[in-house]
């Protein structure tokens, strides 16, 4: 951590297949390098299928890669996740229903092992963050669907985890809802300075909250396109009319089309050399 | 864990305090109105019963009015040899003894069966198995073992009504979490302990308490079903067998009565342990029992 010029991330040469007994296996990764800086908040975008919540679950080491190395703050997958360098944020909030939104955000510093004066302090501040000062003691059904994942937000923050990683967050939330929580995760991911990795399948989402956005395709999942968002900071609901913002969300776009564009491309040469094959 | 359609909240931080909506009128209210139906139906259908009783000329001993009942429960209350509290007193406490005991196998295995799944392999379909079997046919090998008059017999009959159901529900509490809870306690580096504890346990207490509401009722069908097959005679079975013979129905269905409500109130009871284990739980927000 204290290297800024070291990748939080290197991923090198991952691949991950799937295979369950006799069915043919399923190549979900192929080849993927990627390095992901200090702060930068990078961005995984791709049609469905095409790896990316793999990808960052092998980041996290929810799951093991079938090939290739993850070196996390200059150490492997599984010593960081050890070391509680994660914050992770999925589609649903998975709050306990049993706890309180205070008790949400203290969970992952009991299990840490923090000082109830710490956890309390700590749940304080940052619900604070996510601004939900006053809602410590409500439980989790009398929040909004958006309220919910802000606690999920503040309780992956809670141990200060070198790298967010979240998986489509805001995939479940209306469009309006969405846009007020990217500006959210913009402002906290300012604050806070932590890295993360953001798996969406919304251009808009991507190009607006990233400053690098990284294209992949399906089957097997590939990275197809590393874009640069040059967009100034802070960004805000101004950014979104910007021509430079219509530039990148139709550079990633197109990004995305190309691939598919290949795959029409191959299909066609395959049913010409099956009906070759007839004939 | 989920959004429900209760949000009320709004999205913006500014109000305080969400409170549920629906509070239009006091709770008291609410209450009242909830439950007037049902009771207008129960009043009214004692008063229909005891009228058609009285009208059809139907014999005491088929059929005894209501007011025939509470004339029976009055007079055979406290002695006699139809004595019924001590007799309802005696059954609740088979009943109570027999929860216990099932409650803690059921647990105990369901534990297990969650944690290894070479167990699971190896009880469940034994325990299905087990539950298949029609309860009566142990009741003499309770009676057998335990001994006739050992309230003990007829509280292994209830444990044994009461085993199934709190294993089952407890073990698909504790196996059935959602697989994201499961990766954000691993993101944790959480250990099994720690995750069985903070996520399978509170999971599982709302299926714990459907048991448990479930085992109120078959504890007390268990205990009185091992008293037809003998026993102290101060118990309701014994009272239900002994006074149908003496063709005394209306004690009969005195007994019948007080089982019924020491059965309504035991489940009550439970419910009222489990609101206040779960205040959080969503049951309670529909106010439904």
Known sequence: MTDTNQPVV??????????????????????????????????????????????????????????????????????ARRDRDYGMVFQAPVLFEWR?????????????????????????????????????GHYPWQLSGGMQQRVAIARALAFEPAILLMDEPFGA????????????????WERTGTTVVFVTHSIPEAVFLSSRVVVMSARPGRITKVIDVDLPRPRNEDTRETRRYFELVTEVREALRRRKDDLAGLGSVDRTMAEGAVG | MSATAGSVAGQGSARSSPGPVGRRQPRWLRNVRYYLPAVIVFVGGLVLWEMLVGLANI?????????????????NWGEGRFALAPSAQATLIEALG?????????????FATARWVSARAALLPLAVAANAIPIIAFAPLMNNWFGVLNPLSKMMMAAILVFFPVMANVTRGLVQVEPAALELMRSYAATEWTVLRKVRVPNALPFFFTALRLGATLSLIGAIVGEYFGGSSLVLGRIIVQSASALRFDI?????????????????????????????HGSLRSGEL
Not at chain 2, 98 to 110: D, E, F, P
Request: hydrophobic fraction near 50%; aromatic fraction near 4%.
């Open chain 2, 98 to 110: 027999g929860l216990a005991i099932g409650t803690a196998a059921g647990v105990v295995v369901a």
């Open chain 1, 100 to 136: 309180t939104v205070e008790d949400n955000v203290k969970l992952p510093l009991e299990i840490q092992g923090a000082s109830a004066a710490k956890r309390t302090a700590r749940a304080k501040e940052m619900l604070e963050l996510v601004e939900l000062g006053d809602f410590l």
């Open chain 2, 59 to 75: 014999q005491a001993f088929i059929f005894p009015k209501p007011s025939a009942i509470l004339a029976a429960l009055q007079a």
């Open chain 2, 252 to 280: 009969t269905w005195a007994a019948i009565v007080l089982g019924a409500v020491t059965g309504i109130v035991f489940y009550l009871v439970i419910v009222i342990v489990e609101r206040a284990v779960m205040p959080w």
């Open chain 1, 10 to 79: 290197q991923l090198h040469g991952i691949d991950k297949v799937f295979g369950r007994g006799d069915q043919p296996p399923t190549v979900a990764l192929e080849g993927i390098d990627l390095d992901i800086r200090m702060g930068e908040f990078v961005s995984l975008i791709g049609p469905s299928g095409c790896g990316k919540s793999t990808l960052l679950r092998i980041i996290g080491d929810l799951i093991a890669p079938t090939r290739g190395t993850v070196v996390v703050n200059g150490k492997p997958a599984d010593q």
């Open chain 1, 173 to 188: 939330l209306d469009e309006m809802t969405r846009e007020r929580m990217n500006s959210e995760v913009l402002r906290i």
